[in-house]
């Protein structure tokens, strides 16, 4: 069902401004899509329920007392309720998906654990599980009530999980090496490279890297590639095969392995999630 939200500065459940193509209400979230089709400055409101928000496609920024982040597609950001905000929508509109959580549902994770606060983050299994709701939310049949319910409550025990913060800081260097595997990921940088711009031992560096980042090295690449063909995937033309070579596969077998197993789907499925309705 279509619906536009009520021009607020609190906008009740369900509600968004933008056009809300497709919502679906389950015991522990209501799941929308909403689509904006052009740029636009939303004034500033807060929501009644806590949500994620995943971009699918576009660009996106929000602003909230002194911070101002940006957002590209594949992007997943956390609001608890009440935040007050301002979000400004990119030159080509945008599609999200979003995931507001039940009362119920968080009375249950306070039950366990605090509510998070505010983040945001990308490339992650927090997105992914957040693509294979999205995946079901599209391909809504028998049982998906369940299956939604299944994914929004590992997205919460993920989130939760942020708060237990580690003992110390990160050392400088890792912001480095972070952007050189960023930078080039489609080329694999060596461990021996790595840890000669860190100026580290190659063993000290895979180890801090874990602690810190919660994943190997080569876990961060295969991420970075997943998020990348993410994007390409959006282009229907593109073969696969090619779209496997350009993210840094060594051919779309490898691809598809990698891609269903931090997605959940495979590259295929994916695409034809991301088809407009």
């Not at 505010?118 to 009530?145: D, I, K």
Request: net charge neutral.
């Amino acid at each position: 069902m279509t619906k536009m939200a009520n021009q607020s500065s609190h906008l009740k459940a369900g509600e968004y401004y933008g056009k809300v193509s497709e919502k679906r209400s389950v015991s522990s979230s209501i799941i929308s899509e909403v689509v904006h089709n052009c740029s636009r400055q939303l004034p500033e409101h807060s929501h009644e329920l806590a949500f994620f928000c995943l971009l699918i496609d576009g660009s996106y920024s929000e602003s909230f007392g002194r911070r101002r982040l940006s957002y590209r597609p594949f992007s997943i950001l956390w609001h608890p309720s009440g935040i007050e905000h301002k979000d400004e929508i990119g030159e080509n509109g945008g599609r999200f998906f979003g995931i507001e959580i039940q009362q119920e549902g968080l009375r249950t994770l306070k039950d366990f654990a605090s509510v998070p606060p505010h983040f945001y983050e990308r490339g992650t299994p927090l997105v992914w599980l957040a693509c294979r709701l999205y995946h079901e939310f599209r391909n809504w049949q028998t049982c998906s009530e369940l299956v939604a319910e299944g994914i929004t409550l590992e997205m919460l025990g993920r989130s939760a999980r942020k708060e237990a913060a580690p003992e110390k800081k990160p050392p400088r260097w890792l912001e480095k090496v972070v952007d050189k595997l960023s930078d080039e990921f489609r080329e694999s940088p060596s461990t021996n490279e790595l840890a000669e711009i860190a100026g580290v031992h190659p063993v000290h560096l895979a180890s801090v890297f874990r602690k810190f980042r919660g994943e190997t090295i080569g876990e961060y690449l295969q991420s970075r590639r997943v998020e990348y063909a993410c994007g390409k995937l959006a282009d229907r033309e593109t073969p696969l095969a090619d779209i496997a070579v350009d993210a840094g596969f060594s051919d779309q077998s490898h691809f598809t392995k990698v891609f269903r197993r931090s997605t959940g789907l495979t590259p295929g499925a994916f695409r034809n999630s991301l088809v407009s309705p």
